[in-house]
């Protein structure tokens, strides 16, 4: 037996007040004779002993009381006690909330049950415990609370389509668990899915008892759209035909094949697409006559498997074809270009000034100060830099051209968007650099593959400026000259200067992304919408397609973008015990499936079963004798 305040015994002392007064009582009573008194000595004589047994009983009763009440201050404890008994905790909760977790488990989610075992787990704290309380996909709900602040934590863990990194999240909870003399153990809620438990291991611990609440899920096969890959041009213009190839697989990809399953495209609700492929091959969808601004769209199969990753949704803009205003040589390449992109409908030359290209020095560069778009090619002759220069810094740009003491030749890193850039040659560049206050927000969308910058986009609110650092002349690149510079000069004026274009990808849920300057809203998948501030980062925790709003009314812009389930979580493979070895290094790890197992398992620093309530009841049964058997001596005193 141990004691939770064993100090409180030393009460066990006061027992020797009523021995004490026992042995060392004197009868004080005056003798006087009187006659009639010997009738009554036959009878005294009768009861003597029945007092004395009494009296003896009532001292041990006194004892025996005042060592109860020691006992049970004390606060006695005995063998390893159940869930419940066990010292003051901090605990680390962690609750897997990815995509995998909304499987189906005995009519309701995996996360739903492991939140419920959660609960149970927080009902069997006690108040001197603190929790942590941290999901895989977002921010923490409760730091170092108690356990009821901690229930409300648990209710605020949403489910999300997200992954999970569970190293991730365990690494950021033992960082603000306290060290100290407290217990302290990490609580896992997890599927056991073996890609949220690929991160980096935790550094080695000594002894740490992490538990694993592992929801038993049965395995099945699933089917997901892995990819929807929007191709073709990027600008308007008759036709306006477009490609998406979708990708479908079985997870995992040993998984036995399967016949083709159904495969449909739907574009801004509506079915416009339907094939049939076999798992682990692609399906390409023609898309003809898209109309012009922003479209949504998506690639569905049966329900499969996780069903999340059942559909891929994509967006994808067409722009209206602009008119294009070009300043320079009506020979030249570019020239050549712009003509080809004009004769299919992807532009119109000569266009209105809100779209202007300028080769070099431009005679009256203050002209330009009202366009929209504006594209700035460097002189080919390096002494017309001063005076580019100057044509720069009328206009607003931050950025300088200067000359490259480089020679030889350079590589032009690729861009997947455009096809054959990784053939181009640099021949002659200049050096783009851009001064320290400036305020505008800047991209670079080319580098040659030294690193340096090769093409630049710049935005002050009022203009999108780009910025070559070569010359699109035979002698400077191998692009006027190359298949690729149709699709260079398309991206360049269709896809690169559109600002309403953004983001220009998809993203996966759980990945943050930064909002367009200006955005004040969100509307999300659920039809919700979300107040926002232009520039913040915002991190989208369902897949679906998001609108992103700007201005009111007449001003009201509308871009997109679409979420989707990562890869990773369409794998239902499950990690086995040497993964969580590798993971958590040199910690107790102990992993449970049932309940009763479970309860079993956490708290680790039990403190044995609470017998306060048996010596209390004791002492309530002590108090009860110790009146009965002093009543009688008080009233024959009287």
Known sequence: MSFVSPWALTIGLAAAVPLALHLLRRDIRQRIEFPAVRYLHRALRRTARSLRIRDRLLLVVRVLLLGAVALAAAGPLAGRGGTADHAPTDVAVLVDNSASMTRALDGRTVLDAQLDRARETLAQAGPADRFWVLPTVGQPVGLGVGRDEARRALSRIPPTHGAGDVAFTAREALRVLP????????HVYTDLQAADLRGEPLPASDGFPVVISVATVAAEPNIAVLAAQVGGPSGGGAPATRTVTARVERMPRN?????????????????VGLARAAAGSEVVFTLVGARPGLNWGRVEISPSGLRLDDARHFVFRVAQAPGIRHLGSADGFLSSALETLASDGMLTLPGDASVVIAEGVVEAPESLSGVQILV???PADAVDLPRFNEQLSLLGMPWRVVTDAARGELALAADEAIGGLAGIRVYRRYRLWRSVDATGADTILLRTEDGAPWLVRETDGRRTSLLLASSLDPRATSLPVSAAMIPFVEALLLRWTQSAGWPGRSFDVGEPLLLPPGADSVLGPDGTTRRVDGGAPFTPYRS???RVITGRGADRVEAGFAANVPAGESDPLVADARALEELFPGFEVRSARSSEAWMNTVYRGRIGADLSGVFLALVALLALA???????ARGRTR
Do not use: C, F, K
């Not at 060290?179 to 990490?186: H, P, Q, S, T």
């Not at 399953?261 to 609700?269: N, Q, T």
């Not at 110790?626 to 009688?632: F, S």
């Open 179 to 186: 060290a100290g003399a407290r217990a302290r153990e990490l």
């Open 376 to 378: 700035l090619v460097p």
């Open 255 to 271: 998984a036995e094949e399967s016949d083709t399953l159904a495969v449909r495209l739907e574009l801004d609700g509506e079915t």
């Open 626 to 632: 110790e009146a009965l058997l002093a009543a009688p």
């Open 544 to 546: 679906g397609l998001y």
